[in-house]
């Protein structure tokens, strides 16, 4: 209806659409989830969404994937014009209704030292030290998520680990989903959908930061420094798999994941990550795009590539998707 009549629609389940345990009777939202669906209307009424931003991804140290456009994505007040630059490049966008833009410059090769600037009537926003070069997804279970410090060869590899171009982007949840049960002062923070204790952020490989990446990632991400001499970026994200006593003992947590869990009851395969707007069959990061599972805002919107699903695990030979 609203394209027939050539206005913009107003979503006021935005805010609900993950949050299955504010509208009980799939119909009515309770007091929390009518104040959520007024703060939508007011923001889209009013145009103000908290001024222009960047997604955490976009950080000091990021890591940009080469040869294929780059898309820079943020949020911003309704009908703000944002201007991005990087190496002497620029491109422009504007902010809709919903407070989303997206930026898209042209493709490079490999690259270091870097500057990406954001400008707007607003602010202006200076992110140093970006890269251009490999950038995979390392998504799964705990068999991903277990850490480089547990290995039989940790002493060794954390001392050769120093890599100022191997970069990781880890978001490490705040409550293990082993099988015991949350509090529910845990549970009320994932409810929320607050699920990462802490703002992610790039970190290079050194013996300080190496201990606590993926053990698989990190080899992955040394196999492809050393084979392709190029910039390399791993953004982390597995979660080991949800039990049911993870949530509570009378329910799972709706927010860990709303199309696992419905009323109680799991619907769908746990599978995260696996729908994106850049269909490649080469690694890169994602543009903007609602995940499968439920990650806070800040992160919601990066999950991996369409198309062939590249899930690092140790059976991957990285040289067969690096054809000139």
């Known amino acids: 209806m609203a394209q027939v009549a050539q206005v913009e629609l107003i979503d006021l389940g935005r805010d609900l659409h993950d949050r299955p345990e504010l509208i009980h009777d799939a119909v009515h939202p309770d007091t929390t989830g009518a104040v959520l669906m ?17 997604l955490p991804v976009y950080s000091p140290g990021a890591v940009l994937q080469r040869y294929r456009p780059i898309r820079i994505a943020g949020t911003a007040d309704n009908g703000t014009n944002v201007t991005v630059s990087l190496g002497g490049d620029r491109a422009t966008a504007t902010a809709g209704i919903d407070g989303t833009w997206t930026a898209t410059l042209p493709a490079r090769p490999e690259a270091t030292g870097l500057t990406l600037t ?12 970006i890269a251009i070069g490999e950038v995979w997804i390392a ?11 547990n290995t039989v060869d940790a002493a060794e590899a954390v001392a050769e680990s120093a890599d100022p171009l191997l970069r990781f982007f880890s978001m490490r949840p705040s409550p293990a989903t082993d099988a015991y049960t949350w509090p529910d002062s845990v549970l009320a923070r994932v409810d929320e959908l607050r699920y990462l204790s802490v703002p992610s952020r790039w970190e290079a490989a050194s013996p300080s930061t190496s201990p606590d990446f993926s053990a698989v990632a990190y080899h992955f991400g040394r196999m492809l420094r050393d084979s392709l001499k190029v910039p390399v970026g791993i953004v982390a994200n597995p979660v080991g798999e949800p039990l049911p006593r993870a949530g509570s003992t009378s329910r799972p947590s709706s927010a860990m994941s709303p199309t696992l869990w419905s009323n109680g ?5 746990y599978s995260p990550g696996r729908r994106g707007a850049q269909s490649s069959t080469r690694p890169a990061i994602a543009t903007p795009m609602n995940p499968p599972i439920s990650l806070p805002p800040a992160y919601a919107h990066w999950t991996a590539p369409r198309g062939r699903h590249h899930m690092v695990s140790g059976r991957e030979q990285c040289p067969q998707y690096r054809k000139p």
């Open 139 to 149: 998504s799964g279970q705990s068999n991903m998520e277990f850490r480089l410090r």
């Open 118 to 129: 954001v400008a707007a009537p607003d602010t202006t926003i200076t992110i140093p030290d």
């Open 38 to 54: 007024a703060r939508e209307a007011a923001a889209c009424v009013t145009g103000l969404r908290g001024g222009t931003r960047l």
């Open 265 to 269: 009851r799991p619907t769908t395969t």
